[in-house]
Structures are given as C-alpha cells and as structure tokens.
C-alpha cells in the first residue's frame, strides 16, 4: 500500500503531503485544485511517466526544480522512490529500502546502458510495470461505468489488453518478419521460396512440354541440314572446278585490255617516231648541198677579206699623203716668188719646184682623193661580195649542224630514214579497235601479248560465264538456307538445353522447397494456433481469464450488499458479454439499479486488477468516477464505496484512491479519510478532514 506521498514545487503543488492507510480515501475538490497531480505524482515518482507534455511541465511556475516522492509497503517491507526533475531538464532518481529507521538506497538513476535502472527495480518490487498498473489500478474518469457500458467487441479489446493478447500481433509481426527474411535466404540460396512449389510445377510442366514440342523440330532441321550441306557441297565442288575459268576469262580481258592499251601507247610512239623522222627528212633537205659550198666559201670570204684589207691599207696611205700634200701647200702659199726671187734666201729662181708649187700639189691631192674614191668603191663591192659570201657560209654551216644534230652523215643515211618512215607507216593499224591480229604486227612485245591472248581463248573455250554466275548465286542462295536452318536447329537446341538445365534446376529446387513448405507449413499452423489473437491458445487464455474474472469479480459482489449473488463473462465469436446472476433468476445488465451497475463495474475492475497480480500495491485509484453519473448512480456509487472498507478489512486489504469534485456526496460517508483539495495564490492546499 501507499504509506504516504510528498510534492514539492510539482505541477499545481508547492509542498504538500499526504498521508494514508488502508481502506479508501478520497480526494475532493474544485476543477483545477490539483487533485489529478496526485496520479503524476504516483507514476512519476514509480516509473518516471505521467500525462503532461514533458519532464519540464511538472515543475510549478516559478520555481526551478520540482520533485515527487512516494513511500510504499510491499509484503511487510516499507520502500521510498523519489524523482526530481529540474528547468533544464535534468533528471534525478533514488529507490530506497527504510530499515529500522535506516535509508538504505536500492537503485538511482536510469543508466540502462550500465544495467542500472530504478524503473526496473520498481518493477521487480511491485509486480507490475507502467502499462498493466494503468490498467490494473488505475481508472480514468468516466471508465468506471465504461466497462459495462462498452460494446462487447470494444471489452474484448480491453481484455485483451490485459491479459496481453495484443502482444500476440507483435508477436505475429516478428514471425512474419522471420519468416519472410527465412524466406529471402532460400531465396537468395536457390533462386526460388516455398511459395513458388505452384509455379515451379507449371514451370516444369511448361519446360516438359516444350521439350517434347521442340524434338520433332530438331529431327526435321537436321534432315534439312543434311540435304542443304550435300546440295552446298556439290555446287561448291562445281564452282570449285570452274572458278579458274573465271579467272582466266578476267585474264584474257585483261590481257586484249593491255594489248589495245600496248597498241595505242607503241602507235603513238611510232608516230612520233615517223614525225620525228619527217622532220629529220625536212631539216636535212637540201643541207648536203649548202654543206659541200663550205670550204669553197671560206676561201673566197679570206680572199676578199686578204682585198678589202689591202684596199683599207692603200686609201690610208693616199690620205696620208694628202695630208703631207696640204701640208706642202700651205708652205706653197708662203714660197711664192716675187720678183723671181726667192722669200727664202732671195736668191734669183727662175721657177720653183714643181712639190713647191701650189697647182702641182692641188694635182696631185686631186688625184688622190680620186684614187681613194676609187678605192673606196672597190671596197664596198668587196664588203658586198664578203657579206653574199658570209651569208652563203651561214646557210652552209646550219646545213652541216643540222645534219650534225640528227646525225646524218651523208645522203644514203637520210634514204634509209624516210625508207624507214614508209615502212612504219605501213605497219600502223587504222584504229586499235580494229583484228587484233593486225595489232599483233606492231612489234614483238604486242605478238607475245597476242599469243597469250590466243592460249587464254584455248583454255575457257566453251565455258558460259552468265551459268558459272547463276551457279554461285544458288550456292549462295543454299548457304543462307542453310545458315538459317543452322540457327533454327541452333536454337532448338539451346532451347531444349536451356529446358533440360531448367527442368534439372525445377527439380532440384522442388525437392528442397518442399521441405521447406512443410517447415513453413508448421510455422504458420504454430502462427494460427499459437500467435493469433483468435487462435485456440488466445482463444484458451481468454476463456481462463474471463472465468478467472468472472470469479474474482464474484468474490467482490458477495462483500457488497446487492442481489448479484455472481458474475459470468463469456466469449461469442466477435465479442465478450457479461451476464449476471441472482439466486433465482439471470438479469439484464439494462434492469440493474445504478448502485447495483456501479458494483459489477467496480467488480469487474477489481477481478481485471486480480488477474493482473492486482500488484503488490493492491491499490485501485478512481479518477472522477461520479463523471457522467446522473444523482442516483452517484448515491449509489457512495453506498458501494462505503462497503470498499469491509474489502480493505479482509485478508487481502485493498487501497482505494477515489479522486471526485463531488464533496457533497460524501458528508455522511463512512470512508477512511478525506482530503480537500483548494486552489490558493502558492499553489494547491490540502486539508484532511
């Protein structure tokens, strides 16, 4: 039981303390006056939970750190658990033993990394953890009638969440997720997972079939392949003998290609040849002539050069006389006599000398000048003989390097020439498109040509080119035929492989899956019998503990003063219902008097808190019970609660809490304590009355 609880600075309360014994005891007052803060306080202190958004919420305002503190016996044992929780969210907590005025401390803090957790310690002591003390001892407002007022499918839920039937589902949950990672590992292991046995039969069954399909077609292929390759062999053999045919046919195009191209490259130089020739013959015509005139030439040009030089030489030497001859007659003009005597020595001179006198020397430089023009005339028909005979020695000298250059010697050379130009001219075809025969004739290169030419025609005589063709495109034809029968016969037989690797692979991985099917097989019976909710075994924990209910909750009913003499829970297909009994009769939960409803309510928790352990605290806390209730069911839930004490007296004592705004209702109550709670400026304050 709960000995006593201590707050300080926690949600509504600065410091309060509240004492408590066995028995019920009651807490009443207003809406806000921080009755509720009590259940926190028990939770917090307990289990570090409770209703508020977080930690920091249960600190009163204005204050900076907040603590609850709960002391409780537990079979002849006295325990206190504190927790303190401050602004910036620091927790403490301490779990102690009280010997003999002694504080031995049992556990502190939550370090469940280090294996060290009060909240477990708690839980050892008390027998329950958080979640089964809710539902076991502790009934939030408007529950009380809720649990006879619910819908049958909606109590079945609720029992189940007591004896803990839901955590079937998570139990479900966890073999389902073993069972599809077991699953993934057959998979992973042979590519296929017991739920495959199914399709890896039709599969089988499909590959069987599809061998069987796929025989008959191969056998057909391969007489197709055989006949093909024979037909293939036979024209390749054909081909084979005739392909050099082929070729010398190529050749001997070739060779008349070569030989009109020899022709026209060899008449071309023959012709160039014979221009060549011509043009010797017209250079050379005439040039023996003018050659033979060469010597005869010279000799007359030195000869008239030998004249002309003389001539030159005489002219010189009459003008170099004149010029004596002026020169006396100027000495003339000065030697005239006067008096017959002489300028000189005037001595007496009958006449002078005739190269002293000045007609003499005009004579004489006359006639000189007439003798240089002589000469001067005979040097210019000289100069003109030397310039006809220079000419005549020009032409003759081209003659000879003419004949020189083209190597001609003498006059029988040059006959041969142009007997050698006549009879290439004889020799050229009129076209090269013309018998070759007569191109066979240019020279010896061309007649080897041709007579490779004659032995080519020899050789492929009779041999048609158009049917050696039409003969290599049937093989061709054949071979594609062929190719494709090959890759038909190709695939049949990668199918028929591929279906005998599958159907081996079906096989091996059947025997196997079935093993496997029947190992998962009894996973899901143990699933459906064992973990489902509506399985035999939930089905049999529910029956045990709705009988175990029912009993317990019978047990209470006879302590209270009512005309149910017992309770009975059973279970439909969906849904649970609750019926009750007198000595005489059944009766409708619907015919109850409030006060009667508000004792099987009462009941049935107390029988749920039973099968739960009812927890060493053997505490039930009623949160606003008269909530919803109209004047008489509160009467009568006041009358129940009274009788709450002979239960306390019993041999398994049982703490009540009972927390109400309803103070009226229990003036002339006989219940143990009460406790006003009121709303003050520092908070809730808390009077026993």
């Known amino acids: 039981m709960i000995t006593s609880i201590e707050l300080g600075d926690f949600l509504a309360h600065s410091n309060t303390r509240l004492e408590f014994e066995n028995g019920v005891t009651v807490f009443v007052g207003h809406n ?30 204005g204050a900076n750190q907040g603590f609850a503190k709960i002391n409780f016996s537990v079979n002849g044992k006295n325990f206190e658990a504190a927790r303190k929780v401050d602004t910036k969210g620091s927790l403490s907590a301490k779990l102690s033993e009280m010997r003999d005025n002694d504080q031995i401390e049992l556990a502190a803090g939550e370090r469940k990394q280090f294996g060290e957790s009060m909240t477990s310690e708690v839980e050892k002591i008390i027998g329950l953890d958080f979640e089964k003390l809710k539902i076991a001892s502790i009934v939030q407002q408007g529950e009380l009638n809720a649990i006879i007022k619910a819908k049958p499918k909606e109590f079945k839920e609720l029992l189940n969440a007591i004896i803990g039937i839901n ?26 997972d017991d739920t495959h046995v199914d399709i890896l039969a039709r599969d089988l069954e499909r590959n069987q079939n599809e061998i069987k399909q ?27 003998r005739d392909a050099p045919k082929i070729d010398k046919i190529n ?4 060779r008349k290609n070569e030989l009109r191209s020899y022709a026209k490259e060899a008449i071309r130089e023959i012709q160039e040849e014979i221009s060549e020739n011509e043009r010797k013959i017209r250079d050379c015509q005439g040039c023996f002539e003018h050659a033979t005139q060469k010597e005869d030439l010279e000799s007359k040009i030195k000869k008239v050069e030998e004249a002309i030089e003389d001539t030159i030489k005489k002219i010189q030497e009459m003008t170099n006389q004149i010029a004596s001859l002026k020169e006396k007659l100027i000495l003339a003009g000065k030697l005239q006599l006067k008096d017959n005597k002489c300028p000189v020595c005037d001595s007496i001179v009958d006449k002078l000398n005739p190269l002293f006198q000045e007609e003499h020397l005009k004579e004489e430089i006359n006639s000189l000048q ?16 030397r310039l006809e005979f220079s000419e005549k020695l020009h032409s003759a000298r081209d003659a000879e390097a003419t004949l020189r ?63 050696f063709l039409e003969l290599k495109n049937t093989v061709e034809i054949k071979q594609r035929s062929l190719s494709q029968t090959d890759q038909q016969l190709g695939v049949i037989i990668e199918r028929i492989s591929k279906n005998e690797e599958e159907i081996s692979k079906i096989k091996k991985a059947s025997e196997e899956l079935w093993i496997v099917k029947d190992y998962m097989s009894g996973l899901e019976q143990i699933q459906t019998n064992v973990f489902s909710r509506d399985g035999p075994v939930a089905t049999s924990l529910r029956s045990w503990a709705l009988n175990t209910i029912s009993a317990k909750a019978s047990e209470y009913l006879a302590l209270l003063n009512t005309k149910i003499q017992r309770i009975h829970l059973t279970e439909k297909t969906r849904d649970i219902s609750i019926t009750c009994y007198s000595k005489n009769e059944t009766l409708d939960l619907e015919s109850l008097s409030g006060g009667e409803q508000v004792s099987v309510a009462l009941a049935l928790r ?7 352990g009812a927890s060493n605290l053997n505490l039930m806390i009623l949160d606003e019970p008269t909530t919803h209730l109209d004047a008489e069911r509160k009467k009568s839930l006041v009358g129940v609660l009274s009788q709450l004490s002979n239960i306390s007296n019993s041999e398994s004592p049982m703490q009540f809490l009972i ?21 003050s400026e520092n908070g809730s304050k808390v009077i026993a009355l």
Request: proline fraction near 1%.
């Open 251 to 254: 050749q001997l195009e070739s």
């Open 214 to 240: 796929s025989i008959p077609m191969k056998s057909k292929l391969e007489e197709e392949q055989k006949s093909l390759q024979k037909e293939v062999e036979e024209i390749r053999n054909r081909i084979e």
């Open 659 to 679: 927390i109400t705004h309803d103070a009226e209702i229990f003036e002339d109550s006989t219940v143990e304590r009460i406790y006003k709670f009121e709303s």
């Open 405 to 467: 250059a083209h190597s001609i010697s003498n006059k029988d050379e040059l006959l041969k020439i142009q007997e050698d130009v006549k009879l290439k001219k004889q020799k050229i075809p009129l076209t090269i498109n013309s018998n070759l025969v007569e191109i066979a004739q240019i020279d010896s290169h061309a007649k080897m040509i041709f007579e490779n030419i004659i032995k080519l025609e020899k050789d492929t005589e009779g041999f048609d080119e158009s049917e």
């Open 32 to 61: 806000g006056a921080g009755k509720s803060s009590i259940i926190d306080a028990i939770t917090f202190s307990l289990f570090g939970q409770h209703t508020r958004k977080s930690n920091k919420g249960l600190i009163k305002r």
């Open 167 to 192: 955590k079937l589902d998570v139990a479900i949950e966890s073999m389902k997720i073993v069972n599809k990672e077991f699953r993934e590992k057959i998979k992973e292991k042979i590519g296929y």
């Open 606 to 612: 107390l029988g749920m808190a039973s099968l739960l």
């Open 370 to 385: 007439d003798q240089i023009f002589s000469k001067g005339k005979e040097k210019e028909m000289y100069n003109k003989k």
